[in-house]
C-alpha cells in the first residue's frame, strides 16, 4: 500500500468577516487554502463592506471569540496562528490568552488598523491591546509603513517623522520576535519590504510597483506568512516565500465590483498549476 499522504497543516486565522472576500477572515482561508494548509477560522467581528470601503463593524463578544478558539485547539494540532482586526480590545486580549497556552505554536500579527480606503478599524483602545497583549507573543509582525509608525509612536511624537527602523526596532523591544514592514504605501517606484529582528535588518526584498490599489493584499501576505511557517520554514525564507506569492496573486488581481481590485489567491488553479504545498 502506497504511505498516507500528510495532512495539511490545520493554521488558525483571527479575524473580521469580509462579505465581499476581498479581505479579512475569507483573505485568509482562501490564502491559507491555496498554499496548502488546512484553514480553521475564528470569527473576530463582522462587517458591512464592499470592494470600496467598510460602512460597519461589530465585533463578536470575546466569550465567543475564546470559545470558537478553544472548540478548535481542543480537536486539532494547529501549526500556525494568524491573527488579523480584533475588532476590540476586549478580543485582543481573549486572543492573547488563548495563543498564550500554545507558546510553540508561531503567531503572524496583522495588526488592521485601516481599510484600504482609510476606514478606521482599531481604536487607539485596540492599538494599546495589541502592544500590551499580541505583540509579545509575535513570531511575525506584518505592518505596513504608515501602521509600523502609529503602533510605535510615543506620546507626544509625530508619526510621520518617525524612521522605520526607529519603529520596527521599539516593536521588537516589545517582544515582537520579528517585524516584516511592507513598503506599500510609501512613495517609491518599487515596493521595499523589510524583515527586522533583534540585531537589524534581516532581509531586504524589492518587488515592481504594479498599478492599481488592492483590497486584501496584507491579509494575504499575513496568511502566506503563517502557512510557510506552518510547513517549518524559517522566518526568513517564510517571508521571501510569502512576498513572491503575494506580488503573484497581485499581478493577477482582478476587479469584479466597482472598488479595489482582489488578489487572484488561486492563481495556480486558473493558470492550470498546481502550488507547492511543501511538508
Partial sequence: MPPPRPLPPPVLAFAGSDPSGGAGLQ????????????????????????????????????????????????????????????????????????????PEVPLVLDPVLASGRGDPLASAQVVAALLERLVPRTTVLTPNSVEVRRLAAREGEEALDLAVAVCAARLVERGARFVLVTGTHEPAREVVNVLYDARGVVRTDRWPRLPGSYHGSGCTLASAVAAALAKGHAVPDAVREAQEYTWRTLERAYRPGAGQSIPDRLFAVRDGAGVETGD
Fill in 27 to 102: 483573505a485568509d482561508l482562501l490564502t491559507l487554502a491555496a498554499l496548502g494548509c488546512h484553514p480553521l477560522s475564528v470569527v473576530t467581528a463582522v462587517t458591512v463592506q464592499d470592494t470600496a470601503g467598510v460602512e460597519a463593524v461589530q465585533a463578536i463578544d470575546a466569550s465567543w471569540v475564546s470559545a470558537q478558539a478553544r472548540a478548535l485547539l481542543a480537536d486539532m494540532r494547529v501549526r500556525a496562528f494568524k491573527v488579523g482586526m480584533c475588532g476590540s480590545p476586549e478580543n485582543a486580549a481573549a486572543i492573547a490568552r488563548v495563543v498564550a497556552e500554545h
